[in-house]
């Protein structure tokens, strides 16, 4: 029983490390989402005329997109 013990406190350990290590090794990153990507590499190819086709129920709900901090 303390061999399971051990190996449930090591994965805990794991799992925590896994959680809060990119917050502390990364600080002041952008992270752009994939929609960010996808659109700089569209304006790239079309030379910069590039316009979504959708837009998005939410965002026409409360006229715009929401701030960031």
């Known amino acids: 029983m303390n061999k399971n013990k051990g190996i449930v406190i090591a994965l805990l350990v794991v799992a925590l490390l896994l959680t809060f290590v990119p917050f502390f090794a990364l600080r002041g990153a952008e992270f752009g989402g994939s929609d960010d990507a996808g659109s700089v590499v569209?304006?790239?190819?079309?030379?910069?005329?590039?316009?979504?086709?959708?837009?998005?129920?939410?965002e026409s709900a409360i006229g715009g997109e929401i701030r960031e901090k």
């Open 42 to 58: 569209v304006e790239d190819i079309n030379g910069g005329s590039y316009e979504p086709w959708f837009t998005p129920v939410l």
